[in-house]
């Protein structure tokens, strides 16, 4: 659906993206990752076409860059949105919907049933403008999915929206995958990449540094890792997870933790100390990683400036 080959695309003379390669295949949800700055969004208005890269090679279901030409094949939700205000709902996601070929009535039927679906339907006649941030993000959601695209991508699809209309929009991507749709979305939300995604691709200063199933990512990066609860004696558990020739890194939120292992440290060790310490211990589990943990491996400091073959491939 989407190839990406050795990608690079200057601004003047700062570098956006550099070598940048991946593949996503047909039916996939697939999770866009990276810092702030990263080039998510250059890569996805790249696929769109709207920017054109300076080195390397862009296919988009099966030709080279998305012209207009696969205009009504493909679903875009861009991070900044771009609604006309001053229209009612209803007739603006009609027109969205003749833009990408659909008849007037045939948009404006499908237009309903999702303002109906989205919880919408009492807004149809009111102004954009009238609507609140996140009923406007859902609109323009609307908009992308009307004419059924065989490609949806989404930049930040989730940002700003509360937990209800999260979940919601949620179940549409979901179920848009299901029906052989590919989604392609960039978010900084960690959780929610992590519970829907097939594919995960992070990259960190315009390169590719994770790419493939989420499945074999974690199982390049499981074994080593300990999920922790305590119910007293914190600083003590903290003064054990700041042993360097135990802990090689830690995330402490107090009560639990997620702790990788040193190279030199073993999950007996750890379990022998924190009993020691009588830190209460109500968990004490071998995991996987979780997908944040590989986010912030990746593209911290060291990996931020990882040569390009050091990229984990799954």
Same mark, same amino acid.
């Given at each position: 659906m989407i190839l990406f080959k050795d990608v690079t695309k200057y601004f003047d003379s700062s570098l956006a993206l550099s070598g940048l390669t991946f593949t996503i295949k047909k039916g996939e949800i697939v999770g866009l990752l990276g810092p702030n700055g990263a080039g998510k969004t250059t890569t996805l208005r790249m696929i769109m076409n709207i920017i054109t890269p300076d080195e390397g090679r862009i296919a988009v279901l099966g030709k080279e860059s998305a012209s207009r030409e696969l /205009? $009504?094949?493909i679903g875009f939700l861009p991070e900044e949105r771009g609604l006309y205000k001053k229209m009612k709902v209803l007739d603006m996601l009609t027109f969205l919907g003749e833009t990408k070929g659909i008849r007037r009535s045939l948009a404006r039927t499908k237009a309903g049933g999702w303002l109906e679906r989205l919880g919408l339907? #009492?807004? =149809? /006649? =009111?102004? +954009? $403008? #009238?609507? /609140?941030k996140g009923m406007q993000q859902k609109v323009q959601f609307i908009g992308a999915l009307l004419h059924d695209p065989e490609l949806l991508i989404m930049d930040e699809p989730f940002a700003g929206l509360d937990p209800v209309n999260s979940q919601v929009m949620k179940d549409v991507v979901v179920e848009a995958a299901r029906q052989g749709r590919t989604v392609l979305f960039s978010t900084h939300i960690m959780e929610q990449a992590e519970r829907m995604c097939d594919h995960i691709v992070i990259i960190s200063r315009g390169r590719t540094v994770v790419d493939g199933p989420l499945g074999e990512v974690k199982r390049q990066f499981g074994g080593r890792h300990v999920a922790l609860t305590f119910t007293r004696n914190r600083d003590r558990a903290a003064r054990v997870l700041a042993d360097p020739g135990l802990i090689g890194k830690v995330d402490d939120y107090g009560a639990s933790a997620e702790v990788e292992l040193a190279p030199t440290g073993d999950a007996d060790r750890l379990l022998r100390a924190l009993i020691q310490e009588d830190v209460g211990l109500a968990r004490f589990e071998i995991v996987e990683p979780s997908l944040q943990s590989i986010f912030i491996a990746k593209v911290g400091p060291e990996a931020a400036v990882a040569p390009a073959h $050091? +990229? +984990?491939?799954a």
């Amino acid at each position: 659906m989407i190839l990406f080959k050795d990608v690079t695309k200057y601004f003047d003379s700062s570098l956006a993206l550099s070598g940048l390669t991946f593949t996503i295949k047909k039916g996939e949800i697939v999770g866009l990752l990276g810092p702030n700055g990263a080039g998510k969004t250059t890569t996805l208005r790249m696929i769109m076409n709207i920017i054109t890269p300076d080195e390397g090679r862009i296919a988009v279901l099966g030709k080279e860059s998305a012209s207009r030409e696969l /205009s $009504e094949r493909i679903g875009f939700l861009p991070e900044e949105r771009g609604l006309y205000k001053k229209m009612k709902v209803l007739d603006m996601l009609t027109f969205l919907g003749e833009t990408k070929g659909i008849r007037r009535s045939l948009a404006r039927t499908k237009a309903g049933g999702w303002l109906e679906r989205l919880g919408l339907a #009492d807004w =149809k /006649s =009111k102004k +954009v $403008e #009238d609507l /609140s941030k996140g009923m406007q993000q859902k609109v323009q959601f609307i908009g992308a999915l009307l004419h059924d695209p065989e490609l949806l991508i989404m930049d930040e699809p989730f940002a700003g929206l509360d937990p209800v209309n999260s979940q919601v929009m949620k179940d549409v991507v979901v179920e848009a995958a299901r029906q052989g749709r590919t989604v392609l979305f960039s978010t900084h939300i960690m959780e929610q990449a992590e519970r829907m995604c097939d594919h995960i691709v992070i990259i960190s200063r315009g390169r590719t540094v994770v790419d493939g199933p989420l499945g074999e990512v974690k199982r390049q990066f499981g074994g080593r890792h300990v999920a922790l609860t305590f119910t007293r004696n914190r600083d003590r558990a903290a003064r054990v997870l700041a042993d360097p020739g135990l802990i090689g890194k830690v995330d402490d939120y107090g009560a639990s933790a997620e702790v990788e292992l040193a190279p030199t440290g073993d999950a007996d060790r750890l379990l022998r100390a924190l009993i020691q310490e009588d830190v209460g211990l109500a968990r004490f589990e071998i995991v996987e990683p979780s997908l944040q943990s590989i986010f912030i491996a990746k593209v911290g400091p060291e990996a931020a400036v990882a040569p390009a073959h $050091e +990229v +984990v491939h799954a």
